[in-house]
């Protein structure tokens, strides 16, 4: 299955943006999926992730309460709205789903290493 990430760019301190991510296969609705972040030199970062059925969510302590996950209609799809933004938010973002067999539906895995399917990432940049 692939992952397209959108709607990464350039904003202000304080400012919002939106990024979608879509799967390729609506076989893979069930499966988690997350948002990591990463810049360069430093090792990926847990942002967001929402179970398959949507109930389950689980957010990175450095994005709580200014960030909110949420799936799409096919529930192929994942937004990620990003609030009050930092500068230290700037990095590339990337979209992961997980495959976990036996119809899991807990919270999503921090670990990258629990992912399958990686998109190919889009930059955020917050300026002071």
């Known amino acids: 299955v692939q992952l397209v990430e959108s709607g990464g760019g350039l904003v202000q301190a304080g400012g919002s943006l939106r990024l979608s991510c879509a799967a390729s296969?609506?076989?893979?609705?069930?499966?988690?999926m997350s948002w990591f972040r990463q810049v360069p030199g430093k090792e990926r970062e847990f942002v967001a992730g929402?179970?398959?059925?949507?109930?389950?969510?689980r957010y990175g302590d450095s994005v709580k309460g200014r960030f909110t996950i949420s799936r799409g209609n096919p529930r192929i799809t994942t937004v990620l709205e990003m609030n009050s933004l930092k500068p230290e938010d700037t990095a590339d973002y990337f979209c992961?789903?997980?495959?976990?067999?036996?119809?899991?539906?807990?919270?999503?895995?921090?670990?990258?290493?629990?992912?399958?399917?990686w998109g190919q990432g889009t930059q955020v940049t917050v300026s002071s």
């Open positions: 296969d609506r076989t893979f609705s069930d499966n988690p």
């Open positions: 992961a789903m997980a495959i976990i067999s036996g119809g899991y539906n807990g919270a999503p895995p921090r670990s990258p290493a629990e992912y399958r399917y």
């Open positions: 929402i179970s398959g059925s949507g109930r389950n969510i």
